[in-house]
């Protein structure tokens, strides 16, 4: 994956990865309220050699007082030490719960011993650490004589004697909220990643890029409108609807200039995805551009053409594949260009036989021979083989991908029913993308506003009849 991949993917999720990260920092801040203040104190000693003061009894001394003074730092956490500290406070403490607070380090290259202890209350945090420094001083001494009641030969004095501190040591608040930050987006980030694993859904144009190699004829945006009026003339002539089928009408035009049969078969991987409006918002894009079109509901089983255009189904393909019509008579002319609908017919018992039959291909054959264009309404993909069938007969095929409609495994199977077929992909149509977001579909167009008014130029009305 590239960094755009991982941009957009953070973009899809961002309001995740906010949502974590605020959690984190609200479970930081209500972790750290919760918590008691605590407050640590300080005590340093000194450790010395006693001798006479000679210049070798000094070096040696020092030498012996660095290697000892990490023994003693680390017997000041003993109970030799605790206990004595314990009684002359009058703690309710075990030694082992006394150690817990205390923590007894030496510096690096010195002789200095750095005593702390942490309680809840300043002042005995300060009590507990001169003890605990008076205490090891005591032990060492003890420790040190060569005899009982002998002088030990090593001094610990104190230099730093413990004061109540003015302000708390813990929790720091600082530190927690930046952990709680880092910490939620992080996780923020993680369900993130872990959603796009899961997720298949194709959501727009890098999905359908990364999964197929066909081309992407154009993308269309949903339009709540559109459920309504969902045909192209019902849209303002410069909407970005208007504009994004124009665009697709070109790209089809370039991806089909090679090809001898006129037919186009617009299809889908599943219902829903939009394909019908597809079929027929493109024919009228290309009877708008003055070719003679011709659109053929070929879906035998949830026909939707006339609903669209409100014309008659009881009378096309069908009757004119069973023999009981002929299509000249069974073609319906809609609107003002020259775009001519052969409904469904009567919906029959065996639409794939009907489909894959000899009379089918003749019919095809005929509307190439009479129409500067051929565009089939088919079935999904999945559910029927209707379409597959009828991809055999066609020229080419329009795959139409609803966003967030079809998961990229039923996609890709819709591609490898094509292939098996050997089918012509021309390319594919992304619709239902997102106005806004990663995945929303953007192109620039000039509106009529933006241009000069020019006198209109009157053209000629130009009938022709379609002879088959």
């Not at 359908?208 to 993308?219: K, Y």
């Not at 991809?391 to 199977?413: I, T």
Request: aromatic content about 4%; proline content about 6%.
């Amino acid at each position: 994956m590239e960094l755009s991949d991982y941009l957009r993917m953070a973009r899809r999720s961002w309001i995740t990865i906010v949502a974590c990260t605020i959690l984190g920092l609200l479970v930081a801040a209500a972790i750290s309220l919760s918590i008691k203040p605590s407050y640590t104190a300080q005590t340093r000693l000194f450790v010395a050699i006693q001798g006479s003061g000679s210049v070798s009894e000094l070096q040696q001394g020092n030498t012996f007082s660095q290697a000892r003074v990490q023994s003693y730092a680390e017997t000041a956490t003993t109970p030799a030490v605790l206990q004595p500290a314990i009684d002359s406070l009058g703690l309710q403490l075990t030694p082992a719960q006394l150690a817990d607070k205390i923590t007894a380090k030496t510096d690096a290259n010195t002789v200095l011993i750095s005593i702390e202890a942490v309680d809840p209350s300043p002042v005995q945090a300060a009590a507990i650490a001169q003890a605990v420094g008076n205490s090891l001083i005591a032990v060492v001494e003890n420790l040190e004589s060569p005899t009982p009641g002998g002088r030990s030969p090593v001094k610990l004095s104190v230099v730093t004697p413990a004061t109540a501190p003015s302000s708390p040591s813990g929790p720091n608040t600082r530190v927690n909220l930046a952990l709680g930050l880092l910490g939620g987006f992080a996780l923020g980030l993680a369900l993130t990643v872990l959603r796009t694993t899961l997720d298949t859904k194709v959501r727009g144009e890098s999905d359908v890029t990364r999964l197929l190699s066909a081309p992407i004829l154009g993308g269309i945006v949903f339009d709540a409108e559109a459920t309504k009026k969902p045909l192209l003339t019902q849209a303002r002539a410069q909407s970005p609807r208007a504009e994004s089928f124009r665009q697709i009408r070109t790209n089809l035009q370039f991806a089909h200039v090679s090809h001898a049969s006129k037919a186009v078969l617009v299809t889908s991987s599943l219902p829903g995805e939009g394909k019908t409006t597809t079929a027929t918002n493109l024919a009228i894009s290309l009877a708008q551009a003055g070719q003679t079109v011709v659109l053929v509901d070929a879906d035998l089983r949830r026909p939707r053409v006339d609903d669209y255009l409100g014309l008659e189904r009881n009378a096309g393909l069908t009757t004119a594949l069973v023999g009981s019509a002929d299509v000249n008579d069974l073609l319906q002319h809609w609107g003002e260009d020259d775009l001519y609908v052969l409904t469904s017919g009567v919906i029959p018992p065996n639409p794939s036989e009907l489909l894959g039959s000899a009379a089918m291909k003749d019919l095809i054959t005929r509307l190439e021979q009479a129409f500067d264009a051929v565009i089939i309404d088919a079935p999904p993909l999945l559910p029927v083989t209707d379409a597959a069938v009828l991809a055999q007969q066609v020229g080419g095929v329009v795959l139409v991908v609803g966003s967030s409609r079809v998961k990229s495994p039923d996609l890709a199977k819709s591609v490898a029913a094509l292939d098996m077929v050997e089918a012509d992909l021309l390319g594919v149509v992304v619709n239902l993308l997102p106005a806004k977001g990663p995945d929303a579909y953007s192109y620039t167009y000039y509106s009529n506003e933006s241009i000069p008014k020019r006198p209109a130029k009157t053209f000629s009305s130009v009938s022709r009849s379609v002879d088959l």
